[in-house]
């Protein structure tokens, strides 16, 4: 059976048809949403987000007529048993929204959700062949999110809120995150943590490519942006495995194509913040699946949800 995987973003929707694993389609649909939902009733955000999914998978099924699941990763805490919206950090007036059970309604086929970096560790999961111990993901992007498969599910905690490790506190009163604590670990292992240590230093707003860029070409605050990153990202992921014990971790995310420059910092700092006998039983993998984790972990929830 064939399945849809979509992946929202705040400015732009990616869409994927799956046969089993096999992306067979690919699409991309510009539209800012944080814009549609910005300044608007709730009632109106919301129908401008079901109206602009809807219209597209429409589209996909056309082509596609042997779609029998649909699975969203999306950007915000998902209810674990109702499936409702809790909160869109970027996307306000979706609180509380059962956006699953309007597409339900609208397409007339079963309809999954999940959170975008939950569906992507779901995604690295099938692609690892499902190992039996689990998976650990963390996504470093704009912000940093994670997703933890055990025994062979996805764990997303009694309220939606699991493994949100880009706010562990990695540095008691450092920088301020919009979550409301100081020192979050995303304030400097994402690419708006590595722009934000750029500028700290020299008062420059670039962007976290930029200034890989610069890193390439030897700038020295540049360089030391991305080792901030990486001590970062070793902590948090540290005080993790020492929770949950699982070998298997991937690291996926936008941020990654500057993993060269985070590569040896990272592994000093993970095995000096490992308890020792578990340095040799953590194996780091950075994604091989480029962008498509996320739309590939929302069609294989979808499927697995639809068949139940
Ligand atoms: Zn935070």
Known sequence: MLALGIDVGGTNIRFGVFDGHQLIHTSRLEANLSQACRDVSADSAAFAVVHILSSEIVKIIEKH?????VGIGFPGFIHP????????????GLSYFDLRGELSTVLNLPVTIENDANAAAYGEYCLADKPEGGLIY???????????????KLYTGQHGFAMEAGHIIIEPNGRQCGCGNKGCMEQYASASG???SYFNATQQRLSAHQIAELADSGDKAAIEAYLLAANALAQALASIAKVLDIKNVVIGGGMTAAWPLMQQAFKTRLDADLIPALRDGIQVKISTAEDTAGMLGAAMLARKHSTL
Request: glycine share 22%; hydrophobic share 40%.
């Open 138 to 152: 963390l996504g470093l992007g704009t912000g940093v999110g994670g997703g933890l498969v055990v025994g062979g």
């Open 194 to 196: 590595v722009a934000m």
């Open 81 to 92: 048993d109702s499936k409702n919206i809790i909160q869109s950090p970027n996307l306000p």
């Open 65 to 69: 007529p042997t779609i029998q699941a």
